[in-house]
């Protein structure tokens, strides 16, 4: 069974750093992308960036392109999103989520599996 | 970069209703596009992808047509947990790059 699997809320204040975590299991991690979904309190969907743990390419949205890193170790099948000076605006639910493999999806393909969300919240 | 747009913003209909949500892409898309349903408090979930077929577990009521720039997601007969906010997202760049709709809210008349 594929599953991703997120690291717990955080509460951090402004000016502080983060790091988030994606753990896959049920697949073979190195061969799907992983990518980040922002959603600010009672607002819609925003992809942030995806990364191929396989090689690290990493891409971003023009939007997040500076204000976040994503990273991966593969050795451990988990996908990273980081923040090294965090504002009050970062407050959100963060998802992790799948591409799905070309083979599944007729080449292009959309996100088949998400992680359960988390929730970051950014106060002084 | 890939403007997608979604109508209505809400559409309140009844249990046992017929549903027709929107979405337009800013250019085309091809048949790249997928609709995702997201319950309060719940991860969104992948029920439509290439425009039109169904993802694994996803009741027939549920049908999307359309390509190029215009999309249509029809669920046929609203049952009480279909309540919920749909996105439609854009999956046809390479390297992969994505954009979601601002969603539309279904709720109960």
């Known amino acids: 069974e594929v599953q991703l699997v997120q690291s717990g809320a955080e509460v951090k204040k402004p000016g502080e750093s983060l790091k988030i975590s994606c753990k896959g299991s049920g697949y073979s991690f190195t061969s799907y992308w992983i990518g980040w979904v922002r959603q600010m309190p009672g607002k819609g969907l925003e992809w942030m960036g995806i990364i191929y743990p396989g090689d690290s390419d990493t891409r971003y949205s023009p939007s997040f392109q500076g204000q976040v890193t994503i990273s991966a170790d593969k050795s451990i099948s988990t996908a990273y999103l980081q923040w090294s000076s965090l504002k009050a605006s970062d407050t959100a639910m963060y998802y992790c989520?799948?591409?799905?493999?070309?083979?599944?999806?007729?080449?292009?393909?959309?996100?088949?599996?998400w992680g359960q969300g988390t929730l970051v919240t950014v106060s002084s | 970069e890939i403007v997608m747009t979604q109508s209505p913003a809400t559409l309140s209909v009844s249990p046992g209703e017929r549903a027709t949500l929107s979405c337009r892409a800013s250019q085309s898309v091809s048949s790249n596009l997928a609709w995702y349903q997201q319950k309060p408090g719940q991860a969104p979930r992948l029920l439509i992808y290439g425009a039109s077929t169904r993802a694994t577990g996803i009741p027939a009521r549920f049908s999307g047509s359309g390509s190029g720039t215009e999309f249509t997601l029809t669920i046929s007969s609203l049952q009480s947990e279909d309540f919920a906010v749909y996105y439609c997202?854009?999956?046809?760049?390479?390297?992969?790059?994505?954009?979601f709709g601002p969603g539309t809210k279904v709720d109960i008349k």
């Open positions: 997202q854009q999956y046809n760049n390479w390297p992969p790059i994505f954009t």
């Open positions: 989520a799948r591409r799905g493999g070309g083979a599944d999806y007729g080449g292009k393909s959309p996100f088949d599996y």
